[in-house]
Structures are given as C-alpha cells and as structure tokens.
C-alpha cells in the first residue's frame, strides 16, 4: 500500500544518488535529491488522502441513501476509526 510504494520510490531515488555521486557535486546532489524525496512525499501523501476522502465520500453517500440496507450497513461502520485507521495503515 502506501508504505511500500513509498519505500519503493524512495529506494529507486537512493540508489540512483548512490551511482551518480562519484561523478557529481555533493551539495547538488542532495539538494537535488532532498527536493526529489520531498516530491515523493507529498505525491504519496496526496494519494493517501484522496483515497480517505473518496472512502469518507462514499459512506457519506450510502448514509444519505433512501435505502435502509444501505444506511443500516453504513450506520454499523464507525467513519471516524476508519478514517483514523485508513490514515495510519
């Protein structure tokens, strides 16, 4: 999930640093790299959060159905441990 895709780009970045850094000026590469870490996190980041917010939208949508089934269903998830457990995951 979003852990291990953040692992993934961050290890890819890294060791690209790594074969580059004989052939580079060290300040340029970690300011280079620092900006690219950063990139990272926020893009992840930003996918985390649209994917609670889509979760969050759609039991929204289901407890504002006309069908009871659909708010019943609803009603027995608790939005706030989800999004507190979609966060942390």
Do not use: C
């Amino acid at each position: 999930m979003a852990i291990e895709d953040f692992y993934t780009g961050a290890r890819r970045i890294l060791a690209n640093m790594l074969e580059e850094t004989p052939k580079a000026d060290r300040e340029q590469l970690l300011d280079a790299y620092a900006e690219l870490l950063t990139r990272l996190h926020a893009e992840e980041a930003h996918r985390m959060l649209t994917e609670v917010i889509e979760d969050a939208r759609t039991r929204l949508d289901a407890r504002l159905s006309p069908d009871p089934i659909r708010q019943t269903i609803a009603g027995v998830q608790t939005t706030l441990q989800d999004l507190w457990n979609s966060l942390w995951r």
